[in-house]
């Protein structure tokens, strides 16, 4: 049984320019998180999908943020024209389906922008 | 508010010794969640345990034990005989039953254990 998946695990990028991160979860689940983590602190919500359907969006995800579920499995993250403050760890979770179930998390993407 | 406390920004000791994490946690809901993860620097969030709030019993899994007390919002996590390998980040985490969706995490924990 494989885990939660992200790709790429490290991004460098200069400060303006877009990047994009994919999420791979757990087969069999089909909610999907993402979250933002910043050096020091605990991981922050950021939006989740059921299915294909993007269900919640955090105050944190500003317009340059937007995330895609299309056919219900893997799942990417876009952040356009990059600033210096969006350099953090995003981590990728996926859950079964329920009331309030267990998130396992993937690797992380680590973002640095200069 | 919802919210998670962690005091402890970073404990160190040394290897067979036993130490507790300390959590504490606020929230309006009488259902919630309560977790604890690890990162370890490879920095991907290991699922260690969750509870429900109407099941305060302690747990004890093998090394690691947990005291939650409704009654002082607390979620404590016992490492006994401490080893190397336990170095890592906590987090204690909240997830109220009218978020279900999202985890509210601490601060975190850093624990390194001396050999």
């Known amino acids: ?15 303006g320019q877009n990047v994009t991160f994919r999420c791979d ?11 933002r983590q910043t050096l020091g602190q605990g991981p922050e919500f950021l939006t989740y999908f059921q299915n294909e359907a993007q269900l919640e969006k955090s105050r944190l995800l500003s317009d340059r943020f937007s995330a895609e579920r299309p056919k219900g499995s893997f799942s990417t993250l876009e952040i356009q024209r990059t600033e210096q403050g969006d350099s953090a760890m995003y981590l990728c979770a996926s859950s079964p389906q329920g009331s309030v179930e267990t998130q396992y998390f993937g690797p992380g993407t680590r973002l640095l922008v200069l | 508010a919802q919210k998670v406390t962690q005091a402890q920004t970073e404990i160190s000791v040394v290897e067979k010794e036993d130490v507790t994490l300390d959590c504490v946690y606020e929230t309006r809901d009488t259902t919630y969640y309560l977790f604890w993860y690890k990162q370890p620097p490879s920095g991907e969030l290991v699922f260690l345990i969750r509870r429900n709030s109407f099941d305060e019993q302690n747990e004890i899994s093998g090394r690691y034990s947990w005291n939650f007390q409704k009654s002082t919002s607390s979620f404590n996590f016992t490492i006994t005989a401490s080893q190397v390998v336990d170095s890592a980040v906590y987090f204690c985490a909240l997830t109220p039953y009218s978020s279900a969706s999202k985890i509210i995490f601490g601060s975190g924990t850093r624990l390194s254990i001396r050999p």
């Open chain 1, 1 to 15: 049984d494989t885990g939660v998946s992200q790709d790429p695990r490290h991004k460098i990028t200069k400060r």
């Open chain 1, 25 to 35: 979860p757990i087969s069999e689940h089909n909610r999907l998180y993402w979250y």
